[in-house]
């Protein structure tokens, strides 16, 4: 069941970053863009098959988007606009990790 949790969330981050590329041009746009994506991280709970699932969507999306296309030019402007999509998808990702939950060691096994 994590698991398909865990892909549809993939896909919602995804489909998320598609719509913040599509808009980091008009102000606005980037704005209600990041403050989407902020929003659904935080509201998702920590994890592996949540969180970290949602913002991988968004950033691999992202990340694929900033090659150059076969025209030469890119998705994802050179300006203050397609720089702050980038921090963005930075930012998101340290925050999933760092919030990913300790490792439980088991009652019985100490290490040694």
Do not use: K
Request: hydrophobic share 60%.
């Amino acid at each position: 069941m994590r698991v398909l949790a865990a892909a549809g969330l993939l896909l919602v981050g995804a489909v998320t970053a598609v719509a913040t590329v599509a808009l980091h041009d008009l102000w606005w746009g980037l704005a209600l863009a990041a403050a989407a994506t902020v929003l659904t991280t935080f509201a998702l709970p920590p994890g592996w098959w949540s969180r970290l699932a949602f913002v991988a969507g968004w950033v691999l999306v992202v990340g694929w988007l900033t090659f150059p296309r076969a025209e030469g030019d890119y998705v994802i402007s050179q300006d203050a606009q397609g720089y702050a999509v980038l921090v963005l998808g930075l930012v998101l990702l340290v925050v999933a990790i760092a919030t990913l939950p300790r490792p439980t060691i088991s009652a019985g096994g100490d290490g040694s």
